[in-house]
């Protein structure tokens, strides 16, 4: 490891508190907690004020002090600082004060949230002395793994569903990246990677080096304060698969109120959670009070990015949306679909079905009482539809 680790403090444990060394490792050996990133927040305090940060670049890594690298970014240098839009049309006509739309569906350089957590990933992987980068997913995940991999030099391998649609496969092989198709279920090609993650020493970006990859969904929050003028809005409507936006965001908001940039006296956000019928595991134990959630059988649905069984961090989730006073809920495939429509319609937005059930969520929590005509809502489009052709 090299002799500083910038603003990073240690590994540390969700559950018990324990530290580890800043390596490429992501569970506790007493009890499989998964492992965060801690930082030293006085010398962070020291480095990055606001005056500083209006000299910055418009990228996420403007926020690089509260990023998990210990120099400079070297992978995914131009990600994020995405547009905040101001949905005036899409506010009155579902009837709420004010709606905004964070898009990454124009995220550099793979259009989606995806790019993000990836980013932060590889430039850590580089800094551990990794050479080879590799990843399990069924779209997103593959493509921004691919992309940014290839942009810096690394050695890149992708691990698919063997069944999985040509046009999928193609958006990661453009970027020259070795793909590999497994036969299995999800689950069943998560367990092989993590072995393989082991034996050959590979960085994978959602297996070893999950701590510092889900340390980039951070980044939302801090561009959505800075982009609202340092204040938060009364809600924000995340479609969940992982879990790594709302953990990272909710994450976010203390480390601000902590850096003194946001007051405790302003409300921090209420996150909402938004998964398919086909796939609502976060859903189905927030309703039931449970605080883990059970894994899905037999999940379906055409997003992608929500056809997650068996979050690894599904208690925090959980903990996230309640703690912040938040909801969870579910939308069909038909309606997100729908909504992809509506959002370009209304607002010439180009939605992934997974920002569109972001809208749906608003209009069933306004219809239903929960959110209410005077309060703001921002609403995650975290990729575009340019990948869902076939859905329109
Ligand atoms: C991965 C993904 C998500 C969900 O990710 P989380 O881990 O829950 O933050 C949502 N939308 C899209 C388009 C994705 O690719
Ligand atoms: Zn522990």
């Given at each position: 490891m090299s002799k500083s680790a910038g603003f990073m403090r240690a590994l540390k444990c969700r559950e018990c508190g324990r530290e580890y060394p800043l390596e490429a490792t992501h569970v506790c050996e007493f009890d499989f907690g998964p492992l965060e990133v801690a930082y030293n927040y006085d010398k962070i305090k020291k480095s990055m004020t606001k005056a500083v940060l209006a000299k910055r670049a418009p990228t996420m890594w403007r926020f690089r002090e509260l990023l998990p690298v210990a120099n400079e970014p070297t992978v995914g240098t131009h990600v994020g600082y995405t547009p905040l839009l101001k949905a005036d049309r899409l506010a009155k006509w579902l009837g709420v004060r004010e709606a905004w739309v964070k898009n990454d569906a124009v995220n550099y350089p793979t259009l989606s949230f995806k790019d993000r957590v990836v980013s932060v990933a590889l430039s850590r992987s580089k800094e551990l002395g990794f050479k080879t980068v590799a990843c399990a997913s069924t779209g997103n995940l593959a493509n921004s793994v691919a992309a940014n991999a290839a942009s810096a030099g690394m050695d890149a391998i992708v691990f698919i569903p063997a069944d999985l649609e040509e046009g999928k496969i193609l958006n990661s092989l453009i970027y020259g990246v070795r793909v590999v198709g497994i036969r299995g279920h999800y689950d069943e090609v998560n367990r092989l990677c993590a072995e393989i993650a082991?034996?050959?020493?590979?960085?994978?970006?959602?297996?070893?080096?999950?701590?510092?990859?889900?340390?980039?969904?951070?980044?939302?929050?801090?561009?959505?304060?800075?982009?609202?003028?340092?204040?938060?809005?009364?809600?924000?409507?995340?479609?969940?698969?992982?879990?790594?936006?709302?953990?990272?965001?909710?994450?976010?908001?203390?480390?601000?109120?902590?850096?003194?940039?946001?007051?405790?006296?302003?409300?921090?956000?209420?996150?909402?959670?938004?998964?398919?019928?086909?796939?609502?595991?976060?859903?189905?134990?927030?309703?039931?009070?449970?605080?883990?959630?059970?894994?899905?059988?037999?999940?379906?649905?055409?997003?992608?990015?929500?056809?997650?069984?068996?979050a690894v961090g599904d208690f925090l989730v959980l903990r996230a949306v309640r703690e912040s006073g938040g909801t969870a809920l579910t939308v069909s495939d038909a309606d997100m679909i729908h909504a992809m429509r509506e959002m370009g319609a209304s607002e010439g937005i180009?939605?992934?079905?997974?920002?569109?059930?972001?809208?749906?969520?608003?209009?069933?929590?306004?219809?239903?009482?929960?959110?209410?005509?005077?309060?703001?809502?921002?609403l995650f489009n975290t990729g575009g539809a340019l990948k869902y052709l076939e859905l329109v």
């Open positions: 082991g034996k050959y020493g590979w960085a994978f970006v959602n297996v070893n080096m999950r701590p510092y990859y889900a340390e980039g969904s951070k980044s939302m929050a801090y561009e959505i304060a800075e982009q609202m003028g340092w204040r938060w809005p009364d809600w924000m409507i995340y479609p969940t698969g992982g879990g790594t936006g709302i953990v990272g965001m909710w994450k976010a908001c203390a480390e601000l109120e902590q850096l003194g940039w946001m007051s405790s006296s302003q409300k921090r956000p209420r996150m909402v959670s938004v998964q398919a019928e086909g796939c609502a595991p976060i859903v189905k134990a927030f309703k039931s009070g449970a605080q883990r959630a059970e894994p899905w059988t037999n999940a379906h649905t055409v997003a992608d990015g929500l056809r997650v069984p068996r180009s939605a992934a079905p997974e920002g569109g059930a972001t809208l749906c969520a608003l209009r069933e929590l306004l219809a239903n009482g929960t959110i209410q005509p005077d309060e703001s809502v921002v």
